[in-house]
């Protein structure tokens, strides 16, 4: 099993991001702490050894040195670190120093994501980031002098304005860090964001995007990345073990506000309000917005939807006798191939179209 952690502070809130966020002006950190904590002793029993530790946000890497370090021993008092093979961390190149690295390697993390997202600087403005190019390629150093195991760019594409030639520079800057992990995300206009409002949810352009997804695909398999899932590419082996495990259905821990979590069938979801989150906790009360018991054929509609994303395929036993008209014409269309053991992996073609293809399994 695995276990993720929200943190859900922001030093600004990019119009693009439709997670539960927000700045950290008149938050009690140490309530947010301490509720992580309690959460942990309500949710898991004691003794839990996690194969994956995931900090997602909102921005982990905006917290203090001495929030960080109370986080993380009041989770081993409870949970047990030996069996972790991963820990993933989410940074922004604008808010960590090397005093910061030298302790999440102490700490034991290793891998940190960079929210990169572009190397143009009126793109990154755009995005309401506030790093750099410089800063990123600062970063990465810092990381990699520290002695993080594993470092992970993560780029977006199909941007308002972006340019073909503008998305290759980036692609071409980012392969020149010599990350090990790379992430493409093709950029969707969510409700409740700025970008959402500003240009409406049928901005983008089909072409646009597959040109980019494309031209991403050749250039990264071209410098040695394995294409291992429709948006991520990883060399020496460094695919996020995290993920993959979500993507195969494995069951999970979320913590934090805003978290979500899936244990034996069951698929809760944390309020998104960190100050409610807080407060509950406190009394020693879980703080849920939604708890569901997922029906088998719930549970086989995601996995159809994740698997088919990843080049390992979608297995065998997931097919059924009345998918096989379909399956063969995906197979002459081109779109998905089918492997001796049965498989179905989805060729670059398919998996431009992976979600009408899932819905046609359904």
């Known amino acids: 099993m695995h276990l993720y952690i929200h943190v859900p502070f922001c ?14 002006a008149h938050v009690d950190i140490r309530g947010y702490v301490a509720g992580v904590i309690a959460e942990a002793r309500l949710r898991m029993p004691q003794g839990y050894a996690p194969e994956t530790i995931y900090f997602g946000g909102g921005t982990p890497s905006m917290l203090s040195l001495s929030h ?57 403005h755009l995005l309401g980031r506030e790093h750099s190019p410089e800063q990123i390629a600062h970063s990465v150093r810092m990381l990699r002098e520290a002695g993080i195991p594993q470092v992970n760019l993560d780029l977006m594409f199909s941007l308002p304005g972006q340019s073909l030639s503008q998305w290759e520079h980036t692609l071409h800057e980012a392969i020149a860090q010599e990350p090990d992990h790379i992430s493409t995300y093709n950029l969707t206009y969510e ?17 646009t995007d597959v040109a980019m997804f494309t031209m991403a695909d050749s250039m990264l398999t071209s410098a040695g990345y394995r294409h291992y899932e429709i948006s991520n590419f990883a060399r020496g082996g460094a695919v996020s073990r995290h993920n993959l495990a979500c993507w ?7 913590l934090g506000p805003g978290a979500c979590g899936t244990v034996n069938g069951m698929r809760y979801r944390n309020t998104e309000n960190t100050a409610l989150y807080s407060a509950a906790l406190a009394q020693g009360k879980l703080s849920e ?44 269309e081109g779109l998905a191939e089918q492997q001796p053991d049965g498989r179905l992996m989805l060729t670059l073609r398919g998996r431009l179209l992976a979600d009408e293809i899932a819905a046609g399994l359904m």
Not at 191 to 207: I, V
Not at 294 to 313: C, I, M, V
């Open 248 to 254: 195969r259905g494995e069951d999970y821990y979320g």
């Open 289 to 332: 917005a939604e708890r569901e018991q997922l029906s088998p054929e719930t549970r086989r509609t995601e996995l159809l939807g994740l698997q088919l994303r990843t080049d390992e395929g979608l297995p065998a036993h997931m097919l059924r006798p009345q998918d096989a008209e379909f399956v063969r014409m995906l197979q002459q």
């Open 191 to 207: 409700e409740d964001t700025a970008f959402f409002e500003a240009y409406g949810a049928d901005a983008g352009d089909e072409e």
């Open 68 to 124: 960080l370090n109370t986080l993380v021993e009041g989770l081993r008092e409870w949970v047990d670190f030996s069996r972790v093979q991963e820990w993933s961390f989410e940074a922004n190149p604008a808010t960590f120093t090397p005093a910061k690295v030298e302790q999440w390697r102490r700490l034991g993390i290793t891998r940190v994501s960079l929210g990169a997202q572009s190397f143009e600087p009126e793109l990154l």
């Open 11 to 24: 030093n600004q809130i990019c119009p693009y991001c439709a997670f539960y966020k927000h700045r950290l």
